[in-house]
């Protein structure tokens, strides 16, 4: 492939925007090639400067706007454009969710081909901030004083953001707290550069229906300096706070949580609900971050799943169970599975705090005893899968074809990802009935669906 003689690393260019991309840039054609814009929107003309040229498609940074969109508004964080979080702060609401659906329209086109798909508008919020119920902040120190926040997109530069607009205002304030407790102590900072120090990442999480708060210290060592002092103020400022954990992760490495976790004071998990259903939550269990969003989600996974009652029901990929017991009111059996052990021994306890017997939960990959179960005669009616967002693996996506169940749910924060599997159901036999967007991060670029996939032969 040769390499795209029409840009050089510098040059200047007037260039109209003609779409967004999956990472919310602005995408603009020059001579009939790529250019791609971080901050530009369609319909506007800028100026731009190309920073990096690829053998098929330039970057640029955004100069000057020479014609505005009538989308963009201000954004409501102050260092928006340094953090990289989020990817829309600058387009209106619902622009923002016209756009997520397109993105979805335009995963299935070029993945697929399957004509006439039925892509729904997209489900958003009434109030698109304050909703994310968990931060995990990297730790470091600039100019003596402690910082929490994310490394800033292609650096090493960490953004202080602690007063994060997206997220629960009590996440914010158990973080600051955090900090300001941490500092007057002298706690060591964990330094990349050597190895050293103690505390690496903060994690706060706040149960939105029952107002709990948890945190969880990540430490490069399992010696945590001055933690009776620093449990006693964290308790004295933080009434709400329930659980305080250390998790130890010694590795030279990117991954926040280490195998380690250790309780240090209150309940290991705090509660939280969703509608009717309860759930209890370990530091490394995963949970949906917009709980609002997520029974909106659940609610159309409900409606896809179109349970009657006598139905047997896999949640693979189940994570605490969020979804099987969701749905487990309206069931004869359900079964998860997921390869996290602490998140299966939520999902059981959740279970028997909800009181549903008939929802039973499984450690392992989906992939694996899912044919077990169809060996022995067990044989799902309806199979949820909510996979990473690398998508299904690809012996469950071949055991699920020839198991043919009534009803295929398939949940995704991934649209390229989740086109290319439903075009692997397609063509062993299933129908894509319809396509729902559901805004579970506004002001960013992802956006979750739900698809209702159908067997031929069971229509």
């Keep these: 492939?040769?390499?795209?003689?029409?840009?050089?690393?510098?040059?200047?260019?007037?260039?109209?925007?003609?779409?967004?991309?999956?990472?919310?840039?602005?995408?603009?054609?020059?001579?009939?090639?790529?250019?791609?814009?971080?901050?530009?929107?369609?319909?506007?003309?800028?100026?731009?400067?190309?920073?990096?040229?690829?053998?098929?498609?330039?970057?640029?940074?955004?100069?000057?706007?020479?014609?505005?969109?009538?989308?963009?508004?201000?954004?409501?964080?102050?260092?928006?454009?340094q953090c990289g979080g989020c990817q829309l702060q600058h387009v209106q609401y619902e622009?923002?969710?016209?756009?997520?659906?397109?993105?979805?329209?335009?995963?299935?086109?070029?993945?697929?081909?399957?004509?006439?798909?039925d892509v729904k508008p997209t489900i958003g919020m009434k109030n698109p901030w304050g909703y994310r119920n968990k931060a995990q902040l990297q730790v470091g120190m600039d100019g003596g004083e402690i910082m929490t926040g994310l490394y800033s997109p292609g650096s090493h530069r960490l953004v202080d953001i602690s007063g994060c607009p997206i997220q629960d205002p009590k996440i914010n304030e158990m973080i600051r707290v955090a900090r300001g407790v941490m500092k007057d102590l002298g706690i060591p900072i964990y330094q990349e550069k050597g190895h050293r120090g103690v505390i690496r990442?903060?994690?706060?999480?706040?149960?939105?229906?029952?107002?709990?708060?948890?945190?969880?210290?990540?430490?490069?060592?399992?010696?945590?300096?001055?933690?009776?002092?620093?449990?006693?103020?964290?308790?004295?400022?933080?009434?709400?706070?329930?659980?305080?954990?250390?998790?130890?992760?010694?590795?030279?490495?990117?991954?926040?949580?280490?195998?380690?976790?250790?309780l240090l004071w209150g309940r290991e998990k705090i509660k939280e609900q969703l509608g009717n259903v309860d759930f209890s939550l370990s530091p490394r269990a995963f949970f949906q971050l917009n709980p609002e969003q997520t029974i909106k989600l659940y609610e159309v996974v409900k409606e896809a799943?179109?349970?009657?009652?006598?139905?047997?029901?896999?949640?693979?990929?189940?994570?605490?169970?969020?979804?099987?017991?969701?749905?487990?009111p309206l069931a004869k059996e359900v079964r998860g599975m997921d390869v996290i052990?602490?998140?299966?021994?939520d999902a059981r306890r959740n279970a028997t705090t909800c009181g549903f017997s008939h929802a039973n939960f499984y450690v392992g990959k989906a992939e694996i005893l899912l044919p077990q179960w169809v060996k022995e005669g067990w044989k799902p009616d309806v199979i949820v899968v909510d996979p990473p967002r690398t998508g299904c693996d690809e012996k469950l996506?071949?055991?699920?074809?020839?198991?043919?169940?009534k009803h295929f749910v398939y949940v995704s924060c991934n649209p390229s990802t989740l086109a290319k599997d439903c075009r692997i159901f397609h063509e062993g036999g299933f129908d894509i009935e319809w396509?729902?967007?559901?805004?579970?991060?506004?002001?960013t670029a992802h956006v979750e669906c739900v698809v209702l996939m159908q067997n031929v032969k069971n229509k």
Excluded at 249 to 259: L, M, P, T, V, Y
Excluded at 305 to 314: F, N, P
Excluded at 397 to 405: A, N, S, Y
């Design 305 to 328: 799943a179109q349970l009657t009652g006598g139905e047997k029901v896999v949640d693979a990929y189940c994570g605490v169970g969020t979804i099987g017991l969701w749905l487990a």
């Design 95 to 117: 622009e923002q969710l016209r756009f997520k659906r397109e993105l979805v329209v335009q995963s299935f086109q070029r993945y697929t081909k399957i004509p006439k798909i």
């Design 397 to 405: 996506l071949k055991t699920i074809i020839q198991v043919k169940p």
């Design 435 to 443: 396509v729902q967007p559901v805004d579970m991060f506004p002001q």
């Design 201 to 262: 990442t903060i994690v706060a999480r706040i149960g939105m229906e029952t107002g709990e708060g948890q945190i969880t210290f990540v430490t490069r060592t399992k010696k945590f300096p001055k933690s009776d002092l620093l449990i006693a103020r964290l308790r004295e400022k933080i009434p709400y706070l329930k659980s305080i954990h250390q998790n130890i992760n010694d590795k030279r490495s990117s991954i926040i949580f280490g195998e380690e976790t250790i």
């Design 1 to 81: 492939m040769k390499k795209n003689a029409s840009f050089k690393i510098g040059q200047m260019l007037s260039l109209p925007i003609n779409r967004l991309g999956i990472n919310g840039e602005g995408i603009g054609y020059y001579q009939k090639q790529v250019v791609f814009v971080q901050g530009a929107l369609p319909g506007e003309r800028v100026k731009v400067k190309i920073t990096n040229v690829k053998p098929t498609y330039a970057i640029a940074k955004l100069l000057h706007i020479e014609k505005k969109s009538a989308h963009r508004i201000t954004p409501a964080c102050s260092v928006y454009e």
């Design 341 to 345: 052990p602490e998140s299966i021994d």
